[in-house]
């Protein structure tokens, strides 16, 4: 089973300050998927990248994907307490079945 | 907008009970998932189907069973309930297995003691 490892997995910051997410894998991956989770809620997906070193943007928020399609990461630029929630990274295997595999999740707090 | 519907939301049984979680998507999806979400863990797959008619073993099959009723639905089974199921379940759909998004239902939270 291919892993992703998220960090961190808590991060607690002040509304306003910038932050970043990492997700890093040693595998490969065909794409990367980015979901925000909220409390009682199911994961809603956020973005997709799919080729390696592409940049998406949604809003305040900055995605990449590394060139060699093994990690990812998540820029939040002056985060407010509605960006607070469980973010979890979601590598599509390359071969086999191509399911997704999920990283641990950051919860991330953002205090007024 | 129904979705991803789950049933029920929150269970508690006792070690030894058996009991199903429903799953129904109205999206016309060809695969659905069965996930567990554990403090740490993230979402670690149990099972999958990725047509109506088939079904198989994800990373953390063990003392459950599925069954793809029909394209709209997809249950969970827990034959022998152990205190190490206790979890969150999310039932998911998607177009197909490596087609892109997946939706989720809402969770079902379940404890056993």
């Known amino acids: 089973t291919q892993l992703l490892e998220q960090s961190p997995q808590f991060l607690s910051i002040q509304e306003g300050e910038n932050l970043t997410v990492y997700c890093n894998s040693s595998?490969?991956?065909?794409?990367l998927q980015w979901y925000r989770q909220e409390p009682g809620e199911g994961p809603v997906l956020l973005v997709t990248?799919?080729?390696?070193?592409e940049v998406k943007k949604l809003k305040r928020l900055t995605f990449q994907f590394g060139d060699a399609r093994k990690d990812s990461s998540l820029h939040i630029t002056a985060a407010q307490p509605g960006d607070t929630g469980l973010y979890l990274c979601?590598?599509?295997?390359?071969?086999?079945?191509?399911?997704?595999?999920f990283g641990q999740g950051t919860r991330l707090t953002i205090n007024p | 907008n129904a979705g991803v519907t789950q049933t029920p939301k929150f269970q508690v049984l006792k070690t030894g009970q058996s009991m199903t979680l429903q799953c129904a998507q109205d999206?016309?999806?060809?695969?659905m998932y069965w996930y567990r979400q554990d403090p740490g863990m993230g979402l670690r797959l149990i099972y999958y189907?990725?047509?109506?008619?088939?079904?198989d073993k994800g990373e953390v099959p063990n003392g459950y069973n599925v069954s793809r009723l029909n394209k709209r639905e997809f249950s969970l089974r827990l034959e022998s309930a152990a205190p190490s199921q206790t979890s969150v379940y999310f039932c998911?759909?998607?177009?197909?297995?490596?087609?892109?998004?997946?939706?989720f239902g809402e969770g079902s939270r379940l404890t056993v003691l």
């Open positions: 998911a759909s998607s177009a197909f297995v490596g087609g892109g998004e997946l939706f």
């Open positions: 595998s490969v991956f065909s794409s």
């Open positions: 990248v799919v080729t390696g070193g």
């Open positions: 979601a590598g599509e295997e390359v071969q086999g079945a191509q399911k997704l595999v």
């Open positions: 999206m016309n999806h060809n695969s």
């Open positions: 189907s990725a047509s109506e008619g088939t079904t």
